[in-house]
């Protein structure tokens, strides 16, 4: 069983800031690419940013220059600094990881619960 959990999320106005965090624990031999997505009511889920085990990152293009991932390997948790955030920018945003459960096996993809992020005007 593998259990990720976010927090950070909150109500900020325009040109604010917010930090998620997401831990992931349970049965986790490795991680390779953890990220965050975000979904909007009756829109597909989509990528916001991601970042592989060995640091190097990828932005969509709407977050480039406002918001920077990063990882703590050791604690197997990722962080999403978002900075300068707009109204537009409201929605859940929900974490990932691509992971093993065991040596050998293949990647599977674990989500967090979600957490909300509003940006108010």
């Known amino acids: 069983q593998v259990q990720l959990v976010e927090s950070g999320g909150g109500l900020v106005q325009a040109g604010g800031s917010l930090r998620l965090s997401c831990a992931a624990s349970?049965?986790?031999?490795?991680?390779?690419?953890m990220g965050w997505y975000r979904q909007a009511p009756g829109k597909q889920r989509e990528l916001v940013a991601a970042?592989?085990?060995?640091?190097?990152?990828n932005y969509a293009d709407f977050v480039k220059g406002r918001f920077t991932i990063s990882r703590d390997n050791a604690k197997n948790t990722v962080y999403l600094q978002m900075n300068s955030l707009k109204p537009e920018d409201t929605t859940v945003y929900y974490c990932?990881?691509?992971?093993?459960?065991?040596?050998?096996?293949?990647?599977?993809?674990?989500w967090g619960q979600g957490t909300q992020v509003t940006v108010s005007s």
């Open positions: 990932n990881a691509d992971l093993r459960q065991r040596v050998g096996v293949r990647l599977t993809r674990h």
């Open positions: 349970g049965s986790i031999f490795s991680i390779d690419t």
């Open positions: 970042v592989i085990s060995g640091g190097s990152a």
